[in-house]
């Protein structure tokens, strides 16, 4: 599998080739404006500025799919994100990850790399909601809640996903290792 496979479609409706990428560590992320694990913005945003002149991006993929966190247009989102936490990192447009309309490239990233549990202290709470997810979603619930995270090399292979619940020393470990 390789994400140069995929396109994705950026808020003004412009379609980018994920192969634009190509050769860079990538970070993709399904994201909220209202969700609990929204301050990983700050992280992210701070993981960027230290590594982006080394070859690695972030691409951001918002969500509403997880309890309404993410009722703004495209629009508002950005606005959001730049005003409170200082994005710069690729936003692109609002969508689904789980159903029937799933973004492909969520779909094929979470079939590489299933689902093995939630971690930490939200471990117990993470997993009750997730389960009501499941059941809205059946055997197309892909992603289990706002802000998980996938790791891609540079050759457009996933490296390793990382749930909401992980440690982001851990995440920036990762990215590190990769560059």
Same mark, same amino acid.
């Given at each position: 599998?390789?994400?140069? $496979? ?7 409706? *412009?379609?980018? =080739? @994920? ?11 399904? *994201?909220?404006? %209202? ?28 969500? $509403?799919?997880?309890? $309404?966190?993410? =009722? ?10 730049? @005003? ?5 990192? =690729? ?5 689904? +990850?789980?159903?029937?309309?799933? $973004? =492909?490239?969520?779909?094929? @990233? !979470? *079939? ?7 971690? %930490? ?8 909601? !997730? ?39 851990? +995440? ?8």
């Amino acid at each position: 599998m390789s994400v140069y $496979n995929h396109s994705a479609i950026k808020p003004d409706g *412009t379609t980018v =080739p @994920l192969s634009d990428y190509a050769g860079k560590v990538l970070l993709i992320v399904n *994201t909220a404006t %209202g969700c609990g694990f929204t301050p990983q913005y700050e992280q992210l945003e701070a993981m960027y500025a230290e590594y982006r002149d080394q070859g690695f991006e972030i691409l951001d993929f918002p969500c $509403n799919q997880f309890a $309404n966190q993410t =009722p703004e247009d495209d629009e508002g989102i950005h606005e959001f994100c730049t @005003l409170k936490f200082g994005t710069e990192f =690729p936003q692109f447009k609002k969508g689904d +990850v789980n159903g029937d309309n799933a $973004n =492909p490239l969520f779909v094929e @990233l !979470a *079939t590489e790399k299933p689902f093995e549990g939630f971690s %930490g202290l939200k471990k117990v709470i993470m997993n009750k909601v !997730a389960k009501s997810v499941d059941k809205e979603f059946g055997d197309k619930a892909y992603i289990k809640w706002n802000f998980t995270k996938f790791l891609i090399a540079r050759d457009g292979t996933i490296v390793a996903r990382f749930e909401p619940t992980a440690k982001m020393d851990e +995440v920036k470990k990762a990215v590190a290792a990769q560059l």
